[in-house]
């Protein structure tokens, strides 16, 4: 590891987490403790502390900063708990550090989750959270995920409250939608 990292791992915490009222500690430490550039393509290790989304494979991102802060302390994770992080190697990796048993999902049918998780967390855009990452909630389950379908995106939190979802809208946010999620446009009159 690298000081030069260490230095922009614990800038980045300060001037684009905390700064965004990211305030649970657990995840604050979890961020200084897991290096971000561990998870960037070959020789792009520089910009894993940029404010910036980074393809780390062909139409996967990781979300800023920023975002995955504000997501993660959304779903107030607890240790214990289970994740299904799907496409979301850094949320994975700050869940684990806290104490989830965490399942990465990043490879085929992304919409595939089964089980009951009590955390569920996308580090992409979709056009609208497929009803398979909803049905694969716990009771009390959460899922949080960026929906976009224009411009701008909206980072949602989806929670299972006995027999229904309940969602609200968090923040805005502008990732690029993930590869086979992109809307699906047509002509209309």
């Known amino acids: ?6 230095a922009a791992r614990e800038i980045m915490v300060d001037s684009q987490v905390r700064t965004q009222d990211v305030t649970d500690l657990a995840i ?3 961020m200084r403790a897991f290096p971000r550039e561990s998870l960037t393509p070959a020789g792009k290790g520089w910009l894993a502390y940029a404010d910036a989304e980074i393809e780390y494979a ?5 979300l800023r900063p920023r975002d995955i802060g504000k997501l993660l302390q959304a779903l107030a994770p607890k240790p214990s708990e289970s994740a299904l992080a799907i496409a979301a190697p850094y949320a994975a990796a700050i869940l684990e550090r806290i104490g989830l048993t965490v399942s990465r999902l990043d490879a085929g049918d992304l919409t595939a989750s089964s089980g009951a998780w009590d955390i569920v967390v996308c580090e992409g855009a979709v056009t609208a959270a497929p009803e398979s990452w909803k049905a694969a909630l716990a009771p009390n389950g959460r899922l949080a995920v960026v929906e976009r379908d224009g411009p ?4 949602m939190l989806y929670v299972r409250t006995g027999f229904t979802i309940g ?11 993930l590869a086979g999620f992109e809307a699906r446009r047509s002509f209309a009159l």
């Open 1 to 6: 590891m690298s000081v030069e990292f260490t």
């Open 28 to 30: 604050i430490d979890a």
């Open 58 to 62: 062909p139409g996967r991102w990781m």
């Open 152 to 155: 701008v995106g909206h980072a």
């Open 167 to 177: 969602s609200r809208s968090l923040f805005d946010s502008t990732p690029p939608v």
